[in-house]
Nanobody, 115 residues
Framework: QVQLVESGGGLVQAGGSLRLSCVAS????????VGWYRQAPGKQREAVAI???????IYADSVKGRFTISRDNAKRTVYLQMNSLKPEDTAVYYC?????????WGQGTQVTVSS
């Protein structure tokens, strides 16, 4: 069984930074599209940043210039560097990855930005 485990969330003041990590484990022979999503209270889950299996990285307009997604295939890890954080970035952040041809989600990590 494969799984994704996120870490790195927490409480930070506006203007601060956090780096989220997502590690894939299990019997994995392929990792294709990876990404980060978030869900704020009372809102739908939205895409934050995606590295597609082909093509360019995609960012939500609200995070462009502040967030950077990256991946380390050798470590089976996806990162989300978040700078200049704003209170509106407060949400549960979820890692997504296409593992062995199937979509998988992590359990989520809470990010809270205080004003």
């Amino acid at each position: 069984q494969v799984q994704l485990v996120e870490s790195g969330g927490g409480l930070v003041q506006a203007g601060g930074s956090l780096r989220l990590s997502c590690v894939a484990s299990g019997n994995i022979f392929s990792i294709n599209t990876v990404g980060w999503y978030r869900q704020a209270p009372g809102k739908q889950r939205e895409a934050v940043a995606i590295i597609p299996s082909r093509g360019s990285t995609i960012y939500a307009d609200s995070v462009k210039g502040r967030f950077t997604i990256s991946r380390d295939n050798a470590k089976r890890t996806v990162y989300l560097q978040m700078n200049s954080l704003k209170p509106e970035d407060t949400a549960v952040y979820y890692c997504y990855a296409n593992l062995n041809g199937r979509g998988s989600w992590g359990q989520g990590t809470q990010v809270t930005v205080s004003s």
